[in-house]
């Protein structure tokens, strides 16, 4: 059974720092593709970063430069540290599991979401 657990979200000011984590059960987590996506009240849920199996990562433009997603293999483990964050990266953020099967299809697993709220 896949497991995906998302800690560390909560409340802070705008210009503040958390770090989320998602800890993972139920899959190789090395030969997985990991990301982040968040969904705001009444938005569409939308990427926030991603991180391939190899360690590339990727970033939603409205994050890059404040946000780094990065993994621990060894601890099935990725994170999310997130800087100088405003009020409007105020959301419900969900940790995804991505790997592509011998169908060529895209298999996806989610976390159950960890709530972050940046405001004054």
């Known amino acids: 059974q896949v497991q995906l657990v998302e800690s560390g979200g909560g409340w802070v000011q705008p210009g503040g720092s958390l770090r989320l984590s998602c800890a993972a059960s139920?899959?190789?987590?090395?030969?997985?593709?990991m990301g982040w996506y968040r969904q705001a009240p009444g938005k569409q849920r939308e990427l926030v970063a991603t991180?391939?199996?190899?360690?590339?990562?990727g970033y939603a433009d409205s994050v890059k430069g404040r946000f780094t997603i990065s993994r621990d293999n060894a601890k099935n483990t990725v994170y999310l540290q997130m800087n100088s964050l405003k009020p409007e990266d105020t959301a419900v953020y969900y940790c995804?599991?991505?790997?592509?099967?011998?169908?060529?299809?895209?298999?996806?697993?989610w976390g159950q979401g960890t709530q972050v709220t940046v405001s004054s």
């Open positions: 995804n599991a991505n790997i592509q099967n011998i169908y060529l299809r895209i298999i996806n697993y």
């Open positions: 139920g899959i190789i987590f090395s030969t997985y593709g």
């Open positions: 991180i391939t199996s190899g360690g590339r990562s």
